[in-house]
């Protein structure tokens, strides 16, 4: 249908026609944290809609570049707070890059398990509060949180901390597995398909979840690619994009896995999708907890204090659980790197965030922002 | 993947009157970069991006990187006449390197799964030409990560579509991440400070303690 031939109130809005002006957040329990929307509103539809940061900004970049390199390592527990291992490998794994450092066999096995066990914590606690935004108060989050428990208790007996673990280290990991932790860690991968089983019976078929949620905040492959979005964000739109299969990195290149794609890129997609990764992430853990060598855990030659590599630069990148989360380190040859870079994944992936909401109601765009996964530690930085 | 020296000699084709030039990376991760000049910058983009072989579909990261003015120290052997014999003798000579502001793009290919190809651009100063190229129309991942460049380095991008400040409040006048940046004594404005914010602000005020 062309523009003329379309009912004149619906070609031109009506003078009496106002747009509302509603600033969500900063302080709004949608947002996961200190973020805010500008949102213009038609009725209930959304037609603009900009996203506003900087409420968490302790500018990190700026004081890890005062920082000596293992200065920063507990520092960056602190950009995304839920998933503190994988922001550890990462750096680690830039830091390697960097000083041409190799982690023994037995560290990058303890490096996947614990990484892997950081994706089930962060993907459980995603659809918990996707679903809290929805309206399901409480049960599907505390569902969540109590598997959630369980791997915490897993990294305090390893790391002495639950949240802010500051374990690894360039060159390895900081201790080595205390006594029994390996058949802990394998009776809970034993049972934790049980949970995703409850979970899925619980929510999954679920009429309210699946109105909500399906064609929903549709994301098309090519917009999707060339936004930089990455994670089970971009796999939901059907892009195969692992970096665990592409680059390979630690020994990720061991494992047999599968890359769960979605279809359609709304966000009952991304929601499946973070479910099925959870269930390969069970079956990579099941494969590296059966084959963990014996061996040391740190490089040797890893010097860690005073470590000053040679003048140059590195990007690392790990797919972390929310997507690439990659370190750029630049360094002039002294004990504090020149420029110290990270790649955030949830700032990139909220590029799309206006896009995804258009045309959508003002209620949807609260599930479509809870679809994304965004921790503000990591967005301000 | 095609080997830097064979992509940069693609876009010298591609694009002509394009001046690329590869940097050497001392570090163990060799990962060279192209640093591209800035009038051929988004035509290059667009090429490597729509080259089917290359495919560089995907722009990972972007960042800014401050390189203030550096007085570098070089000893040189000279020949010179001692006493009537020739003798080479070392003189240390000072040189200093320009100053600017380069913005890094690291560029991967989702749809061939190679990368990284790194690309630098860079400003003629730090002080009053610090305009660049603006990537967003090429690749929607440059966007915040280029407003956040301009937010934190000052460096402006020319055809960004939404260049504000990003993580500073749009009062904010300085630049961060820059090397010569200088804190502000106090951030929240305390109307008697005192302590740490006192001490920091007593030394710009060496008569007597501030209003």
Not at chain 1, 178 to 203: C, H, K, M, Y
Not at chain 1, 342 to 369: F, K
Not at chain 2, 39 to 55: E, N, S, T, W
Request: glycine share 8%; aromatic share 8%.
């Amino acid at each position: 249908m062309s523009a003329s031939t379309l009912p004149s109130e619906l070609a031109e809005p009506a003078s009496d026609h106002q747009l509302l002006e509603v600033s969500l957040g900063p302080q709004h329990p949608s947002t996961h944290g200190v973020f805010r929307m500008d949102v213009s509103l038609d009725g209930e539809m959304v037609v603009k809609l900009k996203p506003v940061f900087g409420y968490l900004h302790r500018n990190h970049e700026k004081i890890a570049e005062k920082c000596s390199y293992l200065g920063s390592i507990p520092y960056t527990d602190r950009l995304d707070y839920i998933c503190s291992l994988t922001n550890n490998w990462a750096y680690a794994m830039t830091v390697e890059k960097l000083a041409g450092l190799v982690a023994p066999e037995r560290a990058e096995y303890i490096r996947v398990i614990l990484s892997e066990l950081t994706r089930l914590i962060n993907h459980s606690a995603l659809a918990g509060f996707l679903l809290q935004d929805m309206g399901a108060l409480g049960t599907p989050l505390m569902y969540a949180f109590r598997e959630r428990e369980k791997i915490l208790d897993l990294f305090e007996s390893l790391t002495g901390a639950r949240m802010m673990c500051n374990y690894m280290r360039f060159g390895g990991c900081r201790c080595d597995l205390p006594p029994g932790w390996i058949e802990q860690t394998r009776s809970l991968v034993a049972n934790f398909p049980s949970f995703l089983d409850e979970f899925e019976a619980l929510l999954t078929g679920n009429e309210i979840l699946q109105a909500r949620t399906e064609g929903v905040g549709v994301l098309t492959p090519q917009l999707a690619v060339n936004a930089g979005v990455t994670g089970p964000m971009l796999r939901a739109t059907g892009v195969n994009y692992d970096i665990r299969k592409v680059d390979a990195y630690g020994v990720y290149g061991r494992f047999s896995f599968r890359v769960p794609l979605g279809e359609r890129g709304d966000v009952f997609d991304r929601y499946m999708i973070r479910i099925l990764e959870m269930r390969e992430s069970l079956k990579i853990l099941e494969q590296a907890l059966r084959d963990i060598p014996a061996g040391p855990i740190i490089d040797p030659k890893a010097k860690l204090r005073n470590l000053r590599p040679k003048p140059g630069e590195a990007y690392g990148r790990i797919e972390g659980p929310k997507g690439e989360l990659g370190f750029y380190l630049i360094s002039d040859g002294g004990p504090n790197p020149y420029r110290y870079r990270i790649r955030p994944p949830s700032l990139i992936n909220l590029t799309i965030l206006e896009d995804m909401c258009l045309g959508q109601t003002i209620a949807d765009a609260v599930v479509i922002l809870g679809s994304v996964d965004i921790v503000l530690g990591e967005v301000d930085r | 993947m095609e080997t830097i020296e064979q992509i940069k000699a693609r876009i010298e084709a591609a694009a002509p009157g394009t001046r690329a030039e590869i940097v050497l990376n001392g570090s163990p991760a060799n990962q060279p970069s192209l640093l591209l000049d800035c009038g051929h910058a988004r035509a290059v983009a667009q090429f490597l991006r729509d080259d089917p072989a290359l495919a560089f579909d995907y722009a990972s990261n972007v960042t800014g990187v401050d390189w203030p003015e550096k007085t570098i120290k070089e000893k040189i052997k000279v020949k010179k006449m001692m006493e009537g014999v020739e003798k080479e003798v070392e003189e240390v000579c000072e040189r200093k390197t320009p100053a600017y502001l380069e913005a890094v793009y690291h560029l991967y290919s989702m749809a061939r799964k190679h990368g990284p190809l790194i690309l630098r651009l860079r400003t003629e100063n730090r002080a009053d030409q610090v305009a660049l190229p603006s990537l967003t129309p090429v690749w929607r991942s440059c966007e915040f990560q280029e407003r956040e460049i301009f937010d934190l380095y000052g460096i402006h991008f020319e055809g960004h579509p939404d260049l504000r400040r990003i993580l500073m409040w749009p009062e904010f006048t300085d630049y961060p991440m820059r090397k010569d940046y200088v804190e502000a004594d106090d951030y929240e404005y305390e109307p008697t400070p005192h302590d740490a914010v006192l001490a920091r602000a007593r030394q710009h005020y060496p008569g007597g303690t501030p209003a």
